[in-house]
């Protein structure tokens, strides 16, 4: 490597002299015997981005903001910090907190929304970047790829009520290719897709006391076929003008919804007309219902009509909801993703039953889910049929 050469200032302010007066580069090289023509280029942007200080500096020295020689003047020093103090404050408010950690497309907007008042070198110093990575990133941000975009419209697809682990599983069929999973996070922490937890409610237990039939289930929610097991409960909808009770069956071999109705009033009927629908809708084969101890449940109605259907009951023991869980984890995603998830409450209660039936077709039709093989229940029993 040879050695380098330092130019004076005179030499330099001589070279842009004769630039003005039109002389070519290479003229100006062959009369003022300067070696190389990227010398000459950058003296020329110096003086064209007002830098013109930068002519006395050492040798090998790229000074910035706050760092430049001592020859500087005065008045070249204080243009320089007002530049940059008012570069400062326009940034300020643009970007919340510690600028440190800002995600690049905050900064690319902030630098996009200044950089007619300011220099972009000026901005990107200030908020700790380099030129090449801000147009590195403003390429980038301009479009969103093909990933991106599948998972953004999966998520608002589904009213953002999927993990990341369905997000990617869905978007690799749909692109026909793997995704990493981590890509899959990361993006949907960006776009603030992520779903909202579920609501956890306490559980008291109060002993056990004589039930009305066997536990017949034992916490096997296994099913082999359809029909085989099914899950009721009722649960309170405390969403509309006054309380709606949802009484609901469940086929666990697909987890499907195969009945459900709503009243104002927990009582026989309600759970009496969701069994009937079931009946009606599916054939009874020595099918296990299971239920917890509820009054409407012991009831000798509702036991006559179970015996005259065939159907083998199953209840859990008392106060233990998990004996329960297929039924109870349902009625609690109804409620996160139907209601909280959309911040729901005090509305027309015909509007709270358009909203549930809604998402039961949802569920059953489209809501995939991992137990299945990313398939939601209908597609589940279409594939096994």
């Not at 776009?191 to 536990?215: E, M, S, W, Y």
Request: charged share 30%; net charge positive; proline share 2%.
């Amino acid at each position: 490597m040879g050695n380098k050469v330092h130019y004076p200032a005179e030499l330099k302010w001589k070279a842009i002299e004769m630039k003005n007066q039109g002389y070519t580069r290479r003229e100006i090289m062959d009369v003022l015997g300067i070696k190389n023509v990227t010398q000459l280029k950058r003296w020329m942007r110096w003086y064209r981005d007002g830098e013109d200080y930068r002519f006395n500096q050492p040798i090998g020295k790229q000074y910035t903001y706050g760092k430049g020689p001592e020859e500087l003047n005065e008045t070249d020093r204080k243009d320089l910090e007002i530049r940059h103090l008012k570069a400062k404050v326009g940034c300020a408010g643009k970007v919340r907190g510690n600028i440190k950690g800002v995600g690049s497309k905050i900064i690319v907007e902030v630098i996009e929304q200044l950089k007619n008042k300011y220099r972009v070198k000026e901005l990107c110093f200030i908020l700790g970047v380099t030129k090449s990575t801000y147009y590195r990133w403003k390429k980038r941000n301009t479009t969103l790829d093909e990933v991106e975009q599948a998972v953004i419209n999966l998520c608002k697809a589904h009213k953002y009520r999927l993990g990341y682990r369905k997000v990617r599983n869905r978007v690799s069929k749909i692109l026909k290719r793997q995704i990493n999973h981590k890509r899959i996070l990361r993006l949907m922490r960006l776009h603030q897709l992520l779903c909202r937890p579920k609501r956890k409610k306490k559980v008291f237990l109060t002993g056990q006391d004589p039930i009305v039939a066997p536990n017949r289930i034992e916490r096997d929610f296994k099913a082999t076929r359809p029909n085989e097991k099914w899950f009721t409960d009722i649960t309170y909808l405390n969403f509309g003008e006054e309380t709606l009770y949802f009484s609901s069956i469940l086929d666990m071999y697909n987890g499907e919804i195969i009945s459900y109705k709503m009243s104002t009033r927990q009582d026989i009927t309600l759970v009496l007309d969701t069994l009937e629908e079931a009946c009606r809708e599916r054939r009874v084969n020595n099918t296990v219902l299971h239920s917890d101890q509820g009054g409407v449940y012991t009831s000798k109605r509702f036991q006559q009509y179970v015996k005259e259907k065939g159907i083998i009951m199953s209840m859990s023991r008392r106060g233990n909801c998990h004996d329960n869980a297929a039924i109870e984890s349902f009625h609690s995603v109804l409620k996160s993703e139907a209601f909280y998830a959309e911040n729901i409450k005090n509305i027309p209660n015909s509007i709270v039953q358009q909203i549930v039936e809604e998402y039961i077709c949802y569920y059953n039709n489209d809501r995939f889910q991992i137990k299945l093989n990313y398939l939601s229940p209908v597609e589940y029993w279409q594939q096994a049929g």
